[in-house]
């Protein structure tokens, strides 16, 4: 005798439903519920209220800290410019100073030896001869 066994849907398994795979491995569900605005509802912004808080100063915070660091940088590089310009001022100070002793000394040098040179004030002229 044999014994057919009929299978009843129920004891028949189907394989899992293989979701859609949207952008990067995300499912299609996800991006629609998402992009819908089925998966952000109002209880989920009551309930992460104090964390979007958070977030928000946070982000806000490091945009004035951002604005703050800038500013300064440019105050920097103004005072770095200036800081030559006083360097180079004084380089040209020092060497007018100490031409001007140097001068000095070779004056009192000549009074000193009785030469009788004196100092021009203006360069020597070049004259020539016409025939």
């Known amino acids: 005798m044999k014994l057919k066994s009929k299978k009843k849907k129920e004891d028949i398994k189907e394989p899992p439903k293989k979701s859609k795979k949207g952008l990067k491995g995300v499912p299609r569900d996800l991006m629609n519920d998402v992009r819908y605005g089925r998966s952000l509802s109002l209880e989920f912004f009551r309930q ?3 964390l979007i808080m958070i977030f928000i100063v946070a982000i806000i915070a490091l945009m004035g800290l951002r604005y703050k660091t800038k500013t300064k940088m440019e105050e920097i590089k103004q005072l770095t410019v200036e800081l030559q310009r006083a360097q180079s001022s004084k ?41």
Do not use: C, H
């Open 48 to 50: 992460n209220a104090w």
């Open 91 to 131: 380089l040209q100070e020092k060497a007018a100073y100490m031409s001007l002793i140097r001068e000095a000394e070779m004056k009192k040098l000549v009074d000193e030896k009785g030469l009788g040179l004196q100092f021009q004030e203006y360069p020597p002229y070049e004259l020539t001869l016409e025939d």
